[in-house]
């Protein structure tokens, strides 16, 4: 079945800076990659999603790629504010898989200093 | 997502008791979920409904049970709660269009 591995666990970045997450997944039929961001203590949300027949996506500060050879995709945050705190989960389905259920990787934690 | 929401939002209980957990969505979504998250382990798929009649294990089913009672409601149920189910646990939907899933607010559940 689908495995996401997530990295890094934990990533301590300035203001300002930029911060990029990376998972790979490894099932090669899977085709939609969704991004999650959860504040302490909140549920889960949606902040960007994926399809494999696009490259890159980008929504203001928040972009997202996707290598389908290597089988990678990544986030990339710019312009970091102390509210882009929280835990980022990415994950991967594979819609001929068991109707297409999101497989999530472990977590990042991102904590941005002022 | 004020539209999935889910009861109780906190419970403490002892082993061996039975628990149930609710879900309800005015999304109109047709498809939900039930994930078990654990600190440093990301959320798990303990089982998932595409529809009212249908029902499958995700990754981590022992020792639940589902039930969708209608196309909003989908509850979850820990028949003998053991302590290594203590976790937060979360409710989601989608619908089958469109793969976005959508999450409740949490279930904090503490078994002692």
């Known amino acids: 079945g689908e495995n996401v591995e997530q990295h890094p666990s934990t990533l301590s970045v300035q203001e300002g800076d930029s911060a990029v997450i990376k998972c790979t997944y490894s099932d090669s039929a899977s085709n939609y990659f969704p991004w999650y961001k959860q504040e302490l203590g909140k549920r889960p949300q949606l902040i960007i999603d994926?399809?494999?027949?696009?490259g890159e996506k980008k929504d203001q500060r928040i972009a997202v790629t996707l290598n389908k050879t290597a089988k990678h995709f990544s986030l990339h945050i710019t312009e970091t504010q102390p509210e882009d705190s929280a835990v980022y989960f990415c994950a991967a389905s594979n819609p001929y898989n068991q109707g297409g259920k999101l497989i999530f990787g472990q977590g990042t934690e991102l904590s941005v200093k002022p | 997502d004020a539209d999935v929401t889910q009861t109780p939002r906190n419970r403490i209980t002892k082993t061996g008791k039975r628990i149930m957990l609710e879900c309800s969505q005015t999304k109109g979504h047709d498809r939900m979920y039930w994930y078990r998250q654990d600190p440093g382990l990301g959320l798990q798929l303990i089982y998932y409904s595409f529809d009212v009649k249908d029902i499958n294990k995700g990754e981590i089913s022992d020792g639940y049970s589902v039930s969708r009672q209608a196309q909003a409601k989908f509850s979850l149920s820990l028949e003998s709660a053991i302590p290594n189910q203590t976790a937060l646990y979360f409710c989601?939907?989608?619908?089958?269009?469109?793969?976005?899933?959508?999450f409740g607010p949490g279930t904090r559940l503490t078994v002692l």
């Open positions: 994926i399809r494999s027949n696009v």
């Open positions: 989601a939907t989608s619908d089958s269009q469109r793969e976005q899933q959508f």
